[in-house]
Antibody, heavy 122, light 109 residues
Framework: QLQLQESGPGLVKPSETLSLTCTVS??????????WGWIRQPPGKGLEWIGS???????YYNPSLKSRVTISVDTSKNQFSLKLSSVTAADTAVYYC??????????????WGQGTLVTVSS | SYVLTQPPSVSVAPGKTARITCGGN??????VHWYQQKPGQAPVLVIY???DRPSGIPERFSGSNSGNTATLTISRVEAGDEADYYC????????????FGTGTKVTVL
């Protein structure tokens, strides 16, 4: 059974870099059928896609965050990671990692991690 | 960027039918996916490609998509269906690639 687990600091200071890792178990991150992504949800608000990565390293980012986001993959550890630089209080959110399946010209997020709350505060 | 609009809230009595709309320009030409999110939990996919159900999702959940509106229908609503629901599309010609709707809170009376 596929499982995704986010890990990383729950508190980040303003202007610093938020770093999270998603560990995938029960399936290979190198599968050609899937993409891997990050989504966030500020407290009490809706979902926002941050970006996605393919096992080959191809990346796709939300233009609203593109200048601050880096997503990378480590196939040897079955993990992918998120870095968000120059954070502010507006980046406080629950961060989810997820697996995307793409077919027929569309993609959906079939498996999600449990999410991790990251608070930006001094 | 592409915008998906949902009603903020829908209220329904147990046993009745809830319909949640997702409006977007010519959304009928895209595939729509729906997620259920209960408080403190991660979203769960309940409908994909407009009307397909993942394994484990009750047949009470169905979807349709035409024109400028996609609809998630929950038949014979149960107390356990109370949650936030989000629609989502993916478009290679759009930026961002993934767009989520504004979300609808379903309250079971």
């Amino acid at each position: 059974q596929l499982q995704l687990q986010e890990s990383g600091p729950g508190l980040v200071k303003p202007s610093e870099t938020l770093s999270l890792t998603c560990t995938v178990s029960g399936g290979s991150i190198s599968s050609s059928s899937y993409y891997w992504g990050w989504i966030r949800q500020p407290p009490g608000k809706g979902l926002e896609w941050i970006g996605s990565i393919y096992y080959s390293g191809s990346t796709y980012y939300n233009p609203s965050l593109k200048s601050r986001v880096t997503i990378s993959v480590d196939t040897s550890k079955n993990q992918f990671s998120l870095k968000l630089s120059s954070v502010t209080a507006a980046d406080t959110a629950v961060y989810y990692c997820a697996r995307a399946h793409c077919s027929g010209g569309s993609c959906h997020l079939g498996h999600w991690g449990q999410g991790t709350l990251v608070t930006v505060s001094s | 960027s592409y915008v998906l609009t949902q009603p903020p809230s829908v209220s329904v009595a147990p046993g009745k039918t809830a319909r949640i709309t997702c409006g977007g320009n010519n959304i009928g030409s895209k595939s729509v996916h729906w997620y259920q999110q209960k408080p403190g939990q991660a979203p769960v996919l309940v409908i994909y490609y407009d009307s397909d159900r993942p394994s484990g999702i009750p047949e009470r959940f169905s979807g349709s998509n035409s024109g400028n509106t996609a609809t998630l229908t929950i038949s014979r609503v149960e107390a356990g269906d109370e949650a936030d629901y989000y629609c989502q599309v993916w478009d290679s010609s759009s930026d961002p690639l993934y767009v989520f709707g504004t979300g609808t809170k379903v309250t079971v009376l």
